[in-house]
């Protein structure tokens, strides 16, 4: 366990990580934390965050600005370390730490806007008053696809508001996770205020139902699966606590007749296949006029079938697969939905790429070095095809035919996900429209189901989430609770709904003819 605030470590075994685009390239080791020790990290956070929460909130805003300039000058190397410990290309991974960077820069300006408000009181010599004040200890558990950009979105808010901090990286990207807590105290934290805990899932999970059974924990955050999310829901609501839930998706792209189809087909190559379309964001099912659907698929399938895929360290779509439990899981089960009435297209094979099965223009040396695999196509999808209702987190897009607007809506909402989407068209009453219907939290219109901004709501409904929002002022509400206040100075006590004058009127009153 590696804990900003130096709890030791108490538990056998070694959490390594492997460069995925060379399997041996052993990247990082730390010892592996038991529940016990994420108890500590939950009661060090608890004794810290009084003092935190009565630091002034501009001066909290303050070490948030230190902690973006010092990710700042740091860019390079951070990215470097993500491409090397999960594969991302590495201009994704420059745009991944600038993320961290966007969002220290807005919460600055919040530790001068926690705003309240003053509200009329309905009675003389009185005032009334709304305060946001921070829920306490905040427990974050984060997913590896994004490994730097999607815990800042977390834990940056959170500490602006004035709470304390126990993270839980990703067990297989255990050196980002020591990098970005080592950036982050750099910033000014005090000891106890942010608690970095490298442990695996099972050990986090208990490790966190005893500290909420102890009264340490106020707050969960977790992004991962759907089916991790239930868990973490099920034991929040025990204790009756409502967990910030991101999860997957199984996004949408509805593909107008009248789109620009070069530009629809971009968004596509970018959203489907992106880091290995190993994003929560990424495209699932691009849902396409029949007028423009043959076209469409032609066009795609060109685009994927000249992408260059390979070592991440050089101009590529994508690179490897993250981890292996993420190629074993897509080869195994995910390419295994494709049925007979099913086409596929975009790559000289299927499943990993090998020697001898091999990727046209694969860029770099020995694939077998690494965790690649063939970016698929599926054609022929249908609503109720599995694949159509699964997260298939690789490189594997689904193209489906629609005839009416009301069809492509159904087949857009029917898997229950509801975190991206979006719709190529030239019509603004299509947009619109699109707007109104789909479920998704988020929507793009002509732009990629992936990319969003750091100051905009980000999360999902239904599968994807439980509705809870990060990003923007929108996840100031995850990590403040209201308080309000009532100050009378009437010398007496007025009861409310009930001290009330009441206005005197003249109801009867009509105009004369």
Request: glycine share 12%; charged share 20%.
């Amino acid at each position: 366990m590696s804990v900003i605030g130096h709890a030791a470590p108490s538990a056998p075994g070694l959490l390594v990580s492997t460069n995925p685009a060379d399997l041996d390239d052993r990247v990082f080791e730390t010892p592996a934390a038991d529940a016990a020790a994420f108890v500590a990290a939950c009661a060090a956070a608890r004794e810290a965050q009084k003092a935190w929460a009565a630091t002034p909130a501009p001066r909290r805003g303050r070490a948030i600005q230190q902690i973006g300039r010092i990710v700042e000058a740091n860019k390079e190397a951070l990215a470097r370390l993500v491409t090397r410990e999960i594969g991302k290309p590495y201009p994704e991974a420059l745009g991944e730490v600038q993320e961290i960077v966007d969002t220290c820069d807005f919460f600055l300006g919040e530790g001068r806007r926690l705003y309240g408000q003053t509200v009329p009181s309905e009675m003389p010599d009185k005032q009334l008053f709304t305060f946001r004040v921070p829920v306490g200890v905040a427990a974050i558990v984060t997913a590896g696809n994004f490994p730097v950009a999607v815990p800042s979105w977390y834990l940056v808010p959170a500490l602006l508001c004035g709470n304390a901090v126990v993270w839980k990286p990703a067990d297989y990207t255990p050196a980002l996770g020591r990098a970005l807590g080592d950036l982050f105290q750099a910033g000014g934290l005090p000891a106890g205020v942010l608690n970095v805990v490298q442990a695996d899932g099972p050990t986090t999970f208990a490790g966190l139902e005893q500290a909420l059974e102890a009264g340490l924990v106020d707050k969960v955050g977790f992004t991962g699966s759907s089916a991790v999310g239930r868990e973490i829901g099920a034991l929040c609501g025990r204790h009756l606590q409502s967990p910030c839930l991101e999860l997957g998706g199984k996004n949408p792209m509805v593909v107008m007749d009248d789109a620009d189809l070069d530009l629809a087909v971009e968004g596509a190559l970018f959203g489907g296949f992106g880091t290995a379309g190993q994003r929560c964001t990424s495209l699932g099912t691009a849902i396409v006029h029949e007028r423009v659907h043959d076209e469409f698929l032609a066009r795609l399938t060109a685009a994927v079938q000249d992408a260059p895929i390979g070592d991440p360290t050089q101009d590529v779509l994508y690179g490897p697969m993250i981890h292996q439990r993420f190629l074993d899981r897509f080869v195994d089960h995910h390419l295994k939905l494709i049925r007979d009435h099913h086409t596929v297209s975009g790559s000289t094979g299927i499943g990993r790429i090998t020697a001898g099965n091999p990727r046209a223009g694969f860029v770099g040396g020995d694939p077998e070095r690494g965790l690649y695999v063939h970016p698929t196509i599926v054609g022929g999808v249908r609503i109720d095809d599995e694949l159509a209702n699964t997260e298939t987190f690789g490189p594997l897009v689904g193209v489906a035919r629609f005839g009416d607007f009301d069809e492509a809506m159904a087949f857009a909402n029917g898997h229950g996900y509801g975190l991206s989407s979006a719709i190529y068209t030239r019509d603004a009453v299509n947009a619109l429209r699109f707007r109104e219907r789909v479920s998704a939290g988020m929507v793009s219109v002509n732009n990629s189901t992936s990319g969003a901004e750091a100051h905009l709501p980000f999360g999902g409904n239904g599968r994807s989430g439980n509705g809870s929002r990060q990003s923007g002022i929108w996840v100031l509400d995850q990590f403040t609770r209201w308080q309000s206040m009532n100050w009378d100075y009437a010398g007496k006590l007025q009861k409310a709904q009930m001290d009330v004058d009441d206005v005197d009127a003249d109801l009867e009153f009509r105009l004369s003819q």
